[in-house]
């Protein structure tokens, strides 16, 4: 009688652990990059995320986005510019957007701004990308913004 009063647990603890198995399947991704250029980030793609400035009510202002480059070119300096005017909206109201990369202010000029010279860049460096808010004259209006930062970096061809 004892004997089968200490199958049936054990029999149940067989069971659990035959229903606890699961399967998991995970993406795993890497990307590595030419040796003659690129523009990569560090602390993980947060390219492909959206970032969001944190609202300061002290002083009213948006926090920026603050994050870092990889970079390298063997052939020059590299240049950053803006695709079109960096800016996020909500509805009929909008925040325009400084965008800085390696401590230079970009625009939309056809030159663009030199982020890397020719020696930090053909060695690799990091470089600094910083997004902030132009805090207009009043306050922010409130409501839900969104907007697309569109950079494109260069470097001349190599030879």
């Known amino acids: 009688m004892k004997a089968s009063i200490l199958a049936l647990p054990a029999a149940l603890l067989f069971a659990g652990a035959a229903l606890a198995d699961q399967r998991i399947d995970h993406t795993v991704t890497a990307t590595v990059p030419v040796e003659r250029f690129y523009v990569e980030p560090l602390g993980g793609n947060w390219m492909n995320d959206p970032q969001n400035m944190s609202y300061r009510p002290v002083d009213g202002t948006l926090e920026p986005i603050r994050k870092q480059l990889s970079v390298k070119s063997t052939s020059g300096a590299i240049k950053a510019k803006l695709m079109n005017a960096a800016s ?38 990091v470089i600094d990308f910083q997004v902030s808010a132009v805090k207009p004259a009043g306050a922010f209006v409130p409501g839900s913004y969104q907007g697309l930062v569109n950079v494109i970096f260069e470097t001349p061809d190599p030879a």
């Open 88 to 125: 996020m909206t909500s509805g009929a109201n909008t925040i325009a957007l400084n965008v800085s990369v390696g401590g230079k202010t970009l625009g939309t000029a056809a030159a663009g701004e030199i982020v890397a010279s020719v020696d930090d860049a053909k060695n690799g460096t």
